[in-house]
């Protein structure tokens, strides 16, 4: 244990959970009371999911451990493998860094790898977006068993909050600040499509869709099926441009990878393809995207702040708290169509031009900090199960 400061590690494995991070770390950097190990590892360190640690290097973050588990092949057992990686790696970066507590966000497989290495060396877990549901993912059942692992909850928004406390979790230990996540976009601003695309390299004009399609992990459709459908209606729409931002490493994404592949090469002048936007262009992209269409938390998530619409796909996001601007469809080529038509018509933007987002206010990384000056995290080695009733 510190005898001085706590040091608190950050452990983040994909370019999604790092930009969802980013405001924790800055704001743990500015205070005077913490130090802060960064762990990288997962798909930032893989060169097939584009090294994407560069971003975080580019960014000036000092990297305290490198922890590369990613594992060839995108079935079963080769997430079993990363799975496993995880955690003997992340035991000896834990141990080496002498933390006294450790932020784990969200719900990827590789967190329980994490979480298992810091359960076994007594460091307390810092959960961020906890209390989702995501009925269309495996990442549910990710996610909740981190929340019984975790000594502190950190959580996006209020009913998310009560979920936890339904798992018997303590009401002392469990925060509602809001999502990350907009805290990048409330930072970064707004941006022009023409500013967009002079950022990525490519012409985006008149205007573009930004699409992002992950595999759908409890899903019973093939990929191949569902991605025929979302390009037969992207390509119902022959003035916009589309700018694809590739899937996350989860089992399947192989076969989103081909067919992402082969659309961007069939239209070279209108269908685009970018590994990774990093956090900043990202949250560009949102800002001045025609829609969002896909089945990326972002785009229930953090959109909304912009007043885009949303057509999410499937039920890879089912279960999650939505915004007035999300248009739910299934995996059809014309539903996807109709919303997507809907969506960037002038009626729905005029109707949507004042909501609220019911994920927040762009303070929650400076919240949590406030939140951990308070923390005793000798005590956080101990937690009870909290009843919601006398038995």
């Known amino acids: 244990m510190s005898e001085t400061k706590p040091r608190i590690g950050v452990f983040t494995a994909t370019r999604a959970e790092y930009g969802l991070l980013y405001p924790v770390i800055a704001a743990l950097r500015a205070s005077d009371h913490f130090e802060t190990a960064l762990i990288v590892s997962g798909a930032h360190l893989s060169a097939a999911h584009g090294m994407t640690v ?13 922890v590369p588990i990613q594992q060839s092949g995108d079935d079963g057992l080769s997430v079993a493998r ?11 970066a834990f141990a080496a860094c002498r933390l ?4 784990l966000l969200g719900d990827r497989t590789e967190l329980l790898g994490a979480a298992a290495a810091a359960m076994a060396l007594r460091i307390p877990i810092l959960h961020l977006e906890g209390g989702h549901v995501t009925e269309g993912a495996v990442d ?43 805290d990048n976009l409330l930072s970064e601003g707004s941006r022009t499509v023409q500013e967009v695309g002079e950022a990525i390299g490519v012409d985006l004009a008149p205007g573009f869709l930004l699409t992002t399609f992950h595999p759908e992990t409890l899903g019973v459709m093939p990929a191949e099926q569902q991605m025929a459908a979302l390009r037969e209606a992207l390509d119902a ?15 399947g994404n192989q076969a989103i990878r081909r067919a992402i592949a082969a659309h961007a090469a069939s239209q070279p002048e209108r269908v685009f393809a970018v590994e990774s936007l990093g956090r900043q262009r990202y949250a560009w992209a949102l800002s001045a995207a ?22 999410n796909i499937g039920d890879r996001q089912a279960g999650r708290l ?23 018509s002038a009626d729905f933007r005029r109707s949507i031009r004042d909501q609220i987002s019911p994920m927040g206010d762009g303070r929650a990384g400076a919240r949590i900090v406030d939140i951990l000056q308070m923390i005793d995290f000798a005590e956080l080695r101990r937690k009870r199960f909290h009843d919601l009733r006398s038995l």
């Open 140 to 182: 549910d059942a990710v996610r909740h068993a981190v929340t019984k692992l975790s000594a502190l909850h950190f959580t996006a928004a209020e009913p998310y909050r009560q979920r936890i406390l339904q798992m018997g979790e303590d009401p002392d230990r469990v925060f509602t600040v809001g999502s990350t996540g907009l």
């Open 54 to 66: 560069s971003e975080i290097e580019r960014d000036g973050q000092p990297i305290a451990a490198r």
């Open 237 to 251: 729409f022959p003035a916009l441009k589309v700018l694809y931002t590739l899937p996350n490493a989860d089992e």
């Open 322 to 344: 939505r915004a007035d601007s999300v248009i739910d469809v299934p995996a059809d080529a014309a539903a996807i169509r109709d919303a997507i038509m809907r969506g960037t």
């Open 82 to 92: 990363t799975l496993a990686a995880a955690v003997g790696g992340c035991a000896e």
């Open 100 to 103: 006294d507590a450790v932020f």
């Open 290 to 311: 025609a829609a969002v269409v896909g089945n990326s938390s972002s785009g229930v998530i953090e959109a909304p702040v912009h007043k885009v619409a949303t057509v």
